[in-house]
């Protein structure tokens, strides 16, 4: 991969449950990007716990301690993204690397939102479809995410252009992201939200080069990455919240992606 990409250790959106979190830890290695959306949490980001509204946007540097706490009231999708950025790219956008964890939050606006959750599906669409070059690719969707957030605040700075939003599509992905751990029931929740899926799912594979159920099964090994980076859970009970029946089953089918075992990509998610 050209060195002035940036590298997509993992990428994924789940639902967080009601009252639930995880009390913090640190990436020795890489960065990440974590957006707050559709509900309100609390953040623990800089060693301060902070409550923060839907669409709230935070940059984890290497090193930082964060994690999240939701009230009972709160349901928040976390959209997620775990990378290694050139550094030439943070001397080019230096609120990027600012050494005040506090100049690396953003509250988006209504556009500024839509322009980061079309860019972030077209990056999670790359890691879904495994297309050749498909690492190039998403790293090049991360970069524009990177630019537009250090244009975001900047005065008289154009913003970053949202890709074209398309309602259904977004809905289909939502399907997606919320059946990634639950995937049986992922034939009713279209039938329920997604109406017009017969004819959706050929405009999603022309535009992903994916069906939708591919997208899922790929979107699961995702989570997997996710849930070992942003969690201590044991690999056992990350296999059971993706809703395999056995362990085996999953560490296989991880291996078969990722080409390590869970276990071993743990201990070193960039190597």
């Not at 004819?199 to 849930?227: Q, T, V």
């Not at 291996?255 to 201990?267: D, F, I, L």
Request: proline content about 7%; glycine content about 8%; aromatic content about 8%.
């Amino acid at each position: 991969m050209p060195e002035w990409l940036p590298l997509v250790v993992s990428a994924g959106c789940s639902l967080t449950p009601r009252g639930g979190g995880f009390a913090g830890h640190i990436h020795a290695d890489h960065d990440e990007i974590c957006l707050v959306a559709n509900e309100g949490s609390i953040i623990r980001h800089a060693g301060v716990e902070r409550e923060v509204e839907a669409g709230t946007v935070f940059l984890f540097r290497r090193g930082e301690f964060h994690g999240y706490r939701n009230l009972p009231r709160q349901e928040p999708h976390l959209w997620l993204v775990h990378f290694i950025a050139d550094e030439a790219l943070y001397r080019e956008c230096p609120r990027l690397a600012a050494a005040d964890p506090e100049q690396r939050v953003w509250r988006l606006s209504r556009d500024q939102l839509a322009g980061y959750q079309g860019l972030f599906v077209r990056l999670q669409a790359e890691l879904a479809g495994q297309r050749p070059g498909a690492g190039a690719a998403a790293a090049a969707w991360l970069r524009l995410l990177l630019v537009g957030a250090a244009r975001w605040d900047a005065p008289r700075a154009p913003a970053l252009a949202p890709p074209p939003h398309d309602a259904e599509l977004m809905t289909l992905w939502e399907v997606i992201y919320d059946h990634v751990d639950r995937p049986a029931d992922f034939t009713g929740a279209l039938a329920r939200r997604v109406p017009n899926y017969d004819s959706l799912r050929h405009r999603f594979r022309r535009i992903y080069d994916c069906a939708p159920r591919d997208a899922l099964l790929n979107l699961r090994m995702e989570r997997a990455k996710s849930l070992l980076l942003e969690s201590d859970l044991p690999v056992k009970e990350v296999a059971e919240r993706l809703g395999y029946a056995r362990q085996h089953e999953f560490a296989r089918a991880f291996h078969a992606r990722v080409g390590r075992s869970p276990t071993a990509w743990r201990q070193q998610p960039t190597g």
